[in-house]
């Protein structure tokens, strides 16, 4: 027989985790949805979750609706919006993975092009907070 104060506690339980914003795809799809506020974004496919290392990562594709000559543009705003989430939610320590926008091209391009080559073994969200004015 299940008990009826337990299963109420759980719910309830439950219920304040995911309004807190303290579950995953909370945050995936906040994270998203900064992604696609922007024009030229029609759609976003980060992932939040726990890399390989067992550090938080973000890894995935935003599909965006131009081709090469804007691909850069739209996603440095929409990598913008993603970053300025990630921060006000949880900071800047987040690994960033693989992490990149396919045109209707089909170009890509991905957001470690504005890390420095030398730096780019552990890049983290807070690696971003410069260009964005974020600091």
């Known amino acids: 027989m299940v008990n ?17 914003g303290c579950v995953p795809w909370s945050t995936q799809g906040r994270v998203n949805r900064a992604a696609e506020s922007v024009g030229g974004v029609e759609s976003s ?3 939040v979750g ?6 938080p990562q973000i890894t995935g594709r935003i599909h965006c609706a131009v081709g090469v000559s804007e691909l850069e543009d739209v996603l440095d705003a929409a990598w913008e919006q993603v970053v300025t989430a990630l921060r ?3 900071g800047g320590e987040r690994e960033v993975g693989s ?3 396919v045109g209707d091209d089909g170009s890509e391009l991905g957001v470690s092009r504005w890390i420095p080559p030398e730096e780019r073994n552990y890049i983290a969200v807070a690696h971003f907070f410069e260009r964005y004015g974020l600091e």
């Not at 009826?4 to 807190?20: F, K, P, Q």
């Not at 726990?50 to 550090?55: A, H, T």
Request: aromatic share 4%.
């Open 99 to 101: 992490v990149a926008a």
């Open 88 to 90: 006000d939610m949880e």
């Open 50 to 55: 726990r890399g390989g290392s067992f550090s």
């Open 4 to 20: 009826r104060r337990a299963l109420m506690a759980t719910a309830v339980g439950m219920g304040a985790l995911m309004l807190s």
């Open 45 to 47: 496919e980060l992932e």
